[in-house]
């Protein structure tokens, strides 16, 4: 009886096969390139495996038996379905699958999302079935999903004192200390550093990059954790703060911000492509991770 299904019995069933469309052992012979004896042999051994009798021989001629018809329909299902498997497994050796989470920092600029995007359109236009989901946070979130598995790849400025991930430089961005149109030094023709002395600043959302800051708040009533409201505390009059030159520009345009010693208080923050040191990629995620490096290589 047949329980196991072994390379061998694909051969013998291959053999019965071809046996069948060749209308017996003796016509058989010359496509399968053996004398009609082997073949009798191997029909033999085909039939002791499945336990039943698959073809009458003899001066009456070939004929299949009742079971022989059977076992020849599933035959020819089970060699199609060999091929239709075949055909997809190669192509799923060369097609990138699975699902990508990737993360990037609040409030990015639209150059960067510009050339994210072309990451994202270049990794499309591989042979690829990859589902990709995006998800924006502040970095220590973006840090905190890294750690846990839950993002494979993250995009922001982090810390860079966690030891399990990997950082690879994107670009820069550029900060500047700000105040609105309300505040006092807004409209005071020179301002000195001891003018920002007693300022209450806004703590930057970014709390670990809050000591590269040229300018440090000596009191802070104002603390928030994304952009958006750094620049609402900012726009309140009460307050000064650092914002990304990007987020600023529109509202200097209007009259609302003024940046405060662009020279001297203005610094650069890295931003980093970041992942898991620890966890293996996939092939998928080097394939992103290479068309971001790439997007990003020629700025």
């Keep these: 009886m047949l329980s196991q299904l072994r390379d061998l019995d694909l051969q013998l069933l291959r053999l019965f096969v071809s046996v069948v469309e060749n209308g017996g052992f003796s016509a058989a012979q010359g496509e399968l390139g053996i004398g009609q004896s082997t073949i009798s042999t191997q029909m033999a051994k085909l039939e002791t495996r499945l336990g039943f009798r698959l073809c009458e021989r003899g001066k009456a001629g070939f004929r299949l038996t009742p079971k022989g018809e059977q076992v020849l329909a599933a035959t020819r299902k089970l060699f199609s379905a060999i091929e239709t498997f075949k055909g997809e497994a190669q192509g799923m050796a060369d097609k990138l699958l699975g699902e990508l989470h990737v993360g990037l920092s609040e409030a990015l600029a639209d150059e960067v999302l510009e050339r994210v995007g ?17 998800l924006s946070a502040t970095p220590a979130e973006l840090e905190r999903r890294l750690l846990q598995g839950q993002l494979q790849l993250a995009i922001g400025y982090f810390s860079g004192s966690q030891t399990a991930l990997d950082y690879r430089p994107l670009f820069s961005e550029s900060q500047h200390l700000y105040c609105g ?43 928030c954790e994304q952009v958006d409201g750094s620049l609402a505390f900012i726009l309140s009059g009460a307050h000064i703060g650092y914002l990304p030159q990007h987020i600023a520009a529109p509202w200097l345009a209007r009259g609302q911000l003024r ?36 997007a990003f290589a020629d700025q």
């Design 259 to 294: 940046a405060l010693q662009p020279q001297q208080l203005g610094f650069s923050v890295e931003f980093r492509l970041a992942q898991h040191r620890g966890r293996q990629p996939g092939e998928a995620q080097r394939a992103l991770e290479q068309d971001l490096l790439a």
């Design 118 to 134: 072309a990451a994202i359109g270049r990794f499309r236009r591989r042979n690829q079935a990859v589902q990709i989901e995006l």
């Design 181 to 223: 149109r309300g505040h006092p030094l807004f409209a005071q023709p020179q301002v000195e550093a001891a003018d920002l002395q007693y300022c209450d600043g806004v703590l930057h959302p970014y709390r670990f990059i809050s000591a590269d800051e040229p300018w440090q708040a000596g009191s802070s009533s104002a603390r």
